[in-house]
């Protein structure tokens, strides 16, 4: 639940002053580019088998924060009405074509990199047209996967390993080519599948060649919320005064362009190297604080809304990373009132059944094939007139 100026999934958004307060492992040999990948569950030796964990208990919804708690808007509160975020038109075209271990090469049924890079581009504000000539940039890719080996156990495929490569080409509305982005020879090993393991290494592609064109500074970098984010990280120097809250204000400051990068960093892991008053910090260890940290209160500081983001959410623990995430898919549903292409992306509706035979030349995806997902649909638009001093509100879902 965020508060207004809070984030959560509905952990909600709070307005600002809601706050959320062995395997018998009998002569198993690992093989060296499967370490790490295939597990074999079993019992060690001398062990009774374990009975199997109790079903874990439903939780209960955050309880609002109380108005009392709830810091005081420090700016005005954004309209969806009237503040919405509008990027460049794009055209997204990406060929794909995969030799499997057995069989012909074929064409998935999916696109995976297109689809992926499509709802990356709308997520930053981009709306995607169906013709080239309709569009200021050209995205126009193409990526190969081959199989490379698999492991066999009990004369069966346990495992499968691909490798693949991929070019990105983006060209702008004269057709000129503008950049270029190449990914050479990349692997994946799966136990699942053969099409899981090809599934991830495009998946995987697909997120690099989005960090590549958002953060190295082409033409469509925000150079300036990169480099605000990147200090962050980086140990200042003796004369160098710049503080963590600065670059909080400075975010702010830039408000919706900055968005698309603050929910990228909600993912950053990375120590925070500046100075920062973050809650709680005084008294802890300095490297408890990360930069989804400092990208979190700057979206709280955009949205005078409060997240259940806290220095207890740390990377290691793996029940704080469950709220990590409600709070992503709160900022994220926010972020849908004020980004009309992310709102509308077509990954938000249920896909229909497949109809029996795919075409030739195609292979049918896994279920688990479809771009990230997260929260439920954007609640209606509703004006905002509160000034800044008054509270924030318990959740931007209100």
Known sequence: MLSEHSTGPRIGFVPRNQIMQGSGSRGARA????????LLPGIARGQAPQTPPPAPKQEKPLPPLESAKLPARTRPLLDPRKDQFLAEKVFVRFQEKVKPEKGEPYTPERRI???YLKEYLRRSGHPIVERPEDAVWIFDGSFEAAFRTSLKVLDSAAAWKYS?????????????LVETYELPDLTEANVKSEESAVLNLRRRMAKLFWDKVTLDGGKLTNREVVELLGALALQPSEDDSTTADAIVQKL???GLPSVPYLLEALTDNRVVRLPSSYPGLKGRSLDDLRVYHIADKALEEIFQKVSRMSLDISPEDVAAQKLR?????GWENEWRRFCKPFAESPMRRPRPARKDGAEKGTKPESPD??????????PELKAKTQKPGSPREDSPTK
């Open 325 to 329: 995430h409600l709070v992503i898919s």
């Open 252 to 254: 702010a400051e830039i």
């Open 164 to 176: 693949g490569t991929a070019v990105l080409l983006i060209r702008d509305s004269k057709g000129q």
């Open 31 to 38: 093989c060296g580019w499967l370490l790490g990948v295939l």
């Open 369 to 378: 094939s479809a771009p990230p997902r997260a929260g439920a649909d954007p």
């Open 113 to 115: 990199l297109e689809d």
